[in-house]
């Protein structure tokens, strides 16, 4: 039951119809999701915050070897330069929707020698495109103008808003809304622990490099997962905490 709540917050949540919960990229391999039906959530995926879709390449990576074929039926190839119908194919035409980058061609011909090293491209890439949402952030810092200042205030208003036990569904989607919209806004790749705990509050220690917050506390919740290095986050999951 908690999961259809969360899933219903989610949903009636104005911010959050295109972010990409961690799992979700389990779809590359499961061969009861129709190519048409990935390639809509591929289409709803690319309106997904940039720090989002990276974190999705990443994880969609791991399927680039997995020549497995999923379907026995249909043949997907002609639509994609990649063979549809291959696990490693489809992963490839994800990580293209996410974030742009075009692997050669993956077919049913194709090699475990051939594909061994995508997953080695796919990753030097999203790594590329941290490095420099890092850099940018800082070279010219957190530049806020007076209307964004105003606007995180809110965020950071309406999030706060839910952090008691009584809060109402209205006040749990509003904090599910402010928390994602901020992050949207402020972009989090680059920002200092210091300033992701401004609007949050302190964080939860997972391990040396892993914080944790719970957005959503009741319902089964849902959590932000942040990677810190050096005092700098390189990443962040969105969770179902009850997963």
């Given amino acids: 039951m908690w999961i259809f709540l969360v899933v219903a917050i989610i949903l009636f949540s104005n911010a959050n119809a295109q972010d990409i919960f961690s799992g979700e990229m389990s779809a590359i391999g499961n061969e009861a999701i129709h190519y048409e039906l990935l390639?809509?959530?591929?289409?709803?995926w690319r309106g997904a915050p940039l720090y989002q879709r990276i974190a999705a390449a990443q994880e969609a990576a791991?399927?680039?070897?997995?020549?497995?074929?999923i379907r026995e039926t249909g043949n997907f190839r002609g639509r994609s330069e990649h063979d549809l119908e291959i696990v490693a194919g489809r992963a490839?035409?994800?990580?293209?929707?996410?974030i742009g980058l075009t692997l050669p061609s993956i077919t049913r011909e194709s090699t475990q020698d051939e594909v061994k090293a995508f997953p080695g491209i796919a990753a030097a890439y999203c790594d590329g495109l941290?490095?420099?949402l890092v850099?940018?952030?800082?070279?010219?810092g957190?530049?806020?103008?007076?209307e964004v200042k105003k606007r995180v205030l809110e965020l950071k208003e309406g999030y706060n808003a839910a952090r008691h036990k009584d809060a109402s569904e209205d006040e749990l989607i509003k904090a599910v809304d402010s928390a994602l919209g901020f992050l949207a806004l402020q972009n989090p790749i680059g920002c200092t622990k210091e300033e992701i705990e401004a609007f949050f509050g302190p964080l939860s220690a997972i391990d040396k490099d892993n914080y944790k917050v719970n957005v959503l506390t009741r319902l089964g919740g849902i959590s932000l997962c942040f990677t810190i290095k050096g005092d700098v986050v390189?990443?962040?999951l969105l969770q179902s905490s009850g997963k």
């Avoid at 791991?62 to 074929?69: C, E, N, Q």
């Avoid at 850099?135 to 010219?140: A, K, L, S, V, Y």
């Avoid at 957190?142 to 007076?146: E, G, I, M, N, P």
């Fill in 92 to 98: 490839a035409l994800v990580i293209t929707g996410l």
């Fill in 234 to 236: 390189t990443k962040v």
């Fill in 62 to 69: 791991s399927y680039l070897t997995d020549l497995k074929r």
């Fill in 130 to 132: 941290i490095r420099g």
């Fill in 39 to 44: 390639k809509k959530r591929v289409d709803l």
């Fill in 142 to 146: 957190a530049v806020l103008s007076s």
């Fill in 135 to 140: 850099e940018t952030r800082q070279m010219f």
